[in-house]
């Protein structure tokens, strides 16, 4: 229904929290916001969401702030996810300064936390791995660069492969399931791949085989601690890491042993709601809430 309606359902959602709470919303430090896509994170303002339509320039921290009263920050919605996976899930130990995640969905968002801060940028486009171009001869794709990584390694892209393959004449165990459905999944792909069909496999292996490279060339930029996996496509648990983890072994350097952790994250869909408080509770700190 648009950004007019998308901020008025999220404001009084907030009030319905506070009063499930028994709490008055003038009592409340801030509110957290997570939003898709590039956002200024300075001037609260989502700049481009590509998925979503009329989202483009959108002032959502200070709409926010005039509807419930209180003080708003905005934070990109992958960034939000990563700062409450290193606030309270996979990353809540606090030994742990450095933190990237991926999330694995429709595109791969991507936070990543440097001595304890979310990395933003110049700009605040800083952590779109998803877009990070892997192949210059690919497609051009949402962000209109061609080859991004989100091509080949999301969620969505196994599934999308797997239609492509069955169209132009694969067999697969898949091909009943395209029939009932209509579309394939993530989850599909990797049930058929665990009962042994090639085509799912094939599908596997490379889309491991980007996580596993990707994963490699984050540690070369940033020497995190430990990579965080979210989204549906963990739910295929060791199956998945055991082989992004080989293909990251694969890719890594020889000339000392890696450090870092790939873990699941840990808080499911609640990720970016705790971490979105997480930001606003540290702009409330920091006193840079407003």
């Known amino acids: 229904h648009g950004p007019d309606r998308v901020i008025q359902v999220m404001a009084e959602a907030a009030k319905n929290v506070a009063a499930e709470a028994d709490m008055r919303l003038k009592d409340i430090a801030g509110i957290g916001v997570g939003a898709p896509g590039p956002v200024d994170f300075d001037n609260g303002v989502v700049l481009a969401a590509p998925n979503l339509q009329g989202w483009t320039n959108i002032a959502v921290r200070d709409r926010i702030a005039e509807l419930t009263g209180r003080p708003a920050v905005l934070e990109n919605d992958a960034n939000a996810a990563a700062m409450g996976e290193f606030w309270a899930g996979a990353g809540r130990d606090r030994r742990i300064r450095h933190l990237v995640m991926f999330t694995l969905g429709t595109g791969i968002g991507a936070g990543i936390i440097i001595d304890g801060r ?9 952590a779109e791995v998803g877009h990070v171009v892997v192949n210059p001869d690919g497609e051009r794709w949402t962000s209109g660069a061609p080859g991004c990584f989100e091509q080949y390694a999301s969620a969505a892209s196994a599934g999308r492969r797997a239609e492509e393959m069955i169209a132009a004449g694969r067999a697969s165990l898949l091909c009943e399931v395209l029939k009932r459905e209509g579309d394939l999944g993530a989850r599909a792909v990797f049930d058929a791949a665990k009962a042994g069909d090639d085509l799912a496999e094939e599908i596997v292996n ?9 994963c490699v060339n984050v540690c070369r930029l940033f020497d995190p601690q430990m990579i965080v996996f979210a989204g549906g496509m963990i739910l295929a648990g060791d199956y998945l890491f055991e082989r ?10 020889t000339i000392l042993e890696s450090r870092v952790r790939l873990e699941p994250a840990l808080l499911g869909n609640d990720a970016g709601i705790i971490g979105a408080a997480a930001g606003a509770w540290d702009a409330h700190q920091d006193g840079r809430l407003r």
């Open 118 to 126: 979310m990395l933003h940028g110049a700009h605040g486009y800083g």
């Open 206 to 214: 490379d889309v491991t085989r980007w996580l596993g490279m990707v």
């Open 244 to 253: 992004v983890r080989k293909w990251f072994d694969y890719f890594d350097w």
